[in-house]
């Protein structure tokens, strides 16, 4: 059994005799069972961006747009309106 939940527990026995002091006491555990477990766990946005990579994709998308490779806002908003209203359309090309 997790060692929070097996403190919950406890402090949910000891809630009939003092509610308040053993709800609050379960919380903090339960909270601070979060917080650890959230510091433990590592994001793709922790990691630092390569600035060459990032500097060749900006190139790229520059290209993109200079050569008319786009699709307007208003024709993408009107596809995903016809999407929304269930009609089978393919996507908008260049």
């Known amino acids: 059994m997790q ?44 990691v630092p961006p390569d600035e060459a990579v990032e500097a060749r994709a900006d190139a790229a998308a520059e290209a993109d747009v200079k050569a008319g490779h786009v699709v307007a806002h208003e024709t993408v908003r009107e596809w995903l309106a016809r999407l929304v209203k269930g009609e089978k359309v393919p996507p908008p090309s260049a």
């Open 3 to 46: 060692e929070w939940f097996r403190a919950f527990l406890d402090a949910s026995k000891q809630r009939r005799h003092d509610g308040r002091l053993a709800f609050r006491r379960s919380c903090s555990y339960y909270f601070d069972w979060v917080d650890r477990m959230t510091k433990r766990a590592s994001s793709v946005f922790d």
